[in-house]
């Protein structure tokens, strides 16, 4: 595996090649991301992951000091999935100015859910997104990237900015892996101690039920079962942002007549001082 840090050596290093497979990470790589890498390896004719802590996307109060980089681990994890070249820039090389240019996601799906518990967020990921393809697809149209539905939210506002701006990239969707109670992998799951992190799995369980409630037909109830659920949550000490049913082609609430709308159960809680999201399909 090659490891570039500036824009010109990852060109260099992608010169022989027209189609790079892409998996955008910030690092402390888990299964789930090495998930993408597998998927995303026979889809192109190089493998490309970059792993740079976006300070972007984080708010002040936020994890960008303390998020963990494990960088040993990460290159040996990237290397055994057979990724053929890891681009981790310094800030300096992806921002050698201040960013002042940055991509506005629209409101109406960038300023809800998450981006209503963090406000900026979204800007800040469809900056970097926009920036990092630009470094690994520009010249190379027919490439593709992955994104893992984990964040789900984040891969339909990545997926849309490639529409809207024709960008010549075909953005993939992978599947949530979770460990074997059920918990979705996350690089966040790191901070849970033991005790919580036996209690973390109760989020994927409100989902659950939240979403058996909603499909069982009682939709007049929705906003009570969503009630319900964050009550559920906060009762067994959590402080839940969020558990809503969505139409997975909007994030909006479905409406009463949206019976055969396909939809999605989101979520957002914090246990102790870790924020966890999470989403199911139903
Ligand atoms: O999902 C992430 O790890 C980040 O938001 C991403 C897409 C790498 C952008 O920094």
């Given at each position: 595996?090659?490891?570039?840090?500036?824009?010109?050596?990852?060109?260099t290093?992608?010169?022989?090649?027209?189609?790079?497979?892409?998996?955008?990470?910030?690092?402390?790589?888990?299964?789930?991301?090495?998930?993408?890498?597998?998927?995303?390896?026979?889809?192109?004719?190089?493998t490309?992951?970059?792993?740079?802590?976006?300070r972007?996307?984080?708010?002040?109060?936020?994890?960008?000091?303390?998020?963990?980089?494990?960088?040993?681990?990460?290159?040996?994890?990237?290397?055994?999935?057979?990724?053929?070249?890891?681009?981790?820039?310094?800030?300096?090389?992806?921002?050698?100015?201040?960013?002042?240019?940055?991509?506005?996601p629209?409101?109406?799906?960038a300023?809800?859910?998450?981006?209503?518990?963090?406000?900026?967020?979204?800007?800040?990921?469809?900056?970097?997104?926009?920036?990092?393809?630009?470094?690994?697809?520009?010249?190379?149209?027919?490439?593709?990237?992955?994104?893992?539905k984990?964040?789900?939210?984040q891969?339909?506002?990545?997926?849309?900015?490639?529409?809207?701006?024709?960008?010549?990239i075909?953005?993939?969707?992978?599947?949530?892996?979770?460990?074997?109670?059920?918990?979705?992998?996350?690089?966040?799951?790191?901070?849970?101690?033991?005790?919580?992190?036996?209690?973390?799995?109760?989020l994927?369980?409100?989902?659950?039920?939240?979403?058996?409630?909603?499909?069982s037909?009682?939709?007049?109830?929705?906003?009570?079962?969503?009630?319900?659920?964050m009550?559920?949550l906060?009762?067994?000490?959590?402080?839940?942002?969020?558990?809503?049913?969505?139409?997975?082609a909007?994030?909006?609430?479905?409406?009463?007549?949206?019976?055969a709308?396909?939809?999605?159960?989101?979520?957002?809680?914090?246990?102790?001082?870790?924020?966890?999201?999470?989403?199911?399909?139903i």
């Open positions: 595996m090659k490891i570039v840090n500036t824009l010109a050596d990852l060109r290093a992608l010169a022989p090649f027209q189609r790079p497979a892409f998996v955008a990470t910030m690092g402390n790589l888990h299964d789930g991301h090495i998930a993408l890498v597998n998927q995303a390896r026979p889809l192109g004719d190089v490309v992951a970059s792993i740079f802590v976006n972007l996307q984080f708010a002040p109060h936020e994890d960008f000091d303390t998020y963990p980089r494990t960088w040993e681990a990460d290159c040996d994890k990237l290397r055994a999935a057979g990724c053929d070249v890891l681009f981790a820039p310094r800030e300096t090389d992806l921002y050698p100015e201040p960013q002042t240019y940055k991509v506005h629209p409101a109406e799906l300023d809800i859910l998450e981006g209503h518990f963090r406000p900026g967020f979204f800007v800040g990921v469809s900056t970097v997104v926009m920036k990092l393809f630009m470094c690994v697809f520009a010249g190379k149209p027919g490439g593709v990237a992955m994104f893992g984990k964040d789900y939210q891969q339909m506002i990545i997926k849309r900015m490639v529409k809207q701006f024709a960008l010549p075909e953005i993939v969707a992978g599947e949530t892996l979770r460990a074997a109670d059920g918990l979705a992998l996350s690089s966040r799951n790191g901070y849970l101690s033991e005790q919580e992190r036996t209690e973390a799995v109760q994927s369980r409100a989902l659950k039920t939240l979403g058996e409630a909603v499909k037909g009682v939709a007049g109830k929705r906003e009570q079962l969503e009630a319900g659920a009550q559920t906060a009762e067994r000490g959590w402080k839940p942002d969020y558990l809503t049913v969505r139409r997975r909007d994030l909006l609430p479905p409406h009463a007549g949206d019976a709308e396909p939809l999605v159960v989101l979520g957002a809680a914090k246990l102790g001082s870790t924020r966890l999201i999470d989403n199911l399909e």
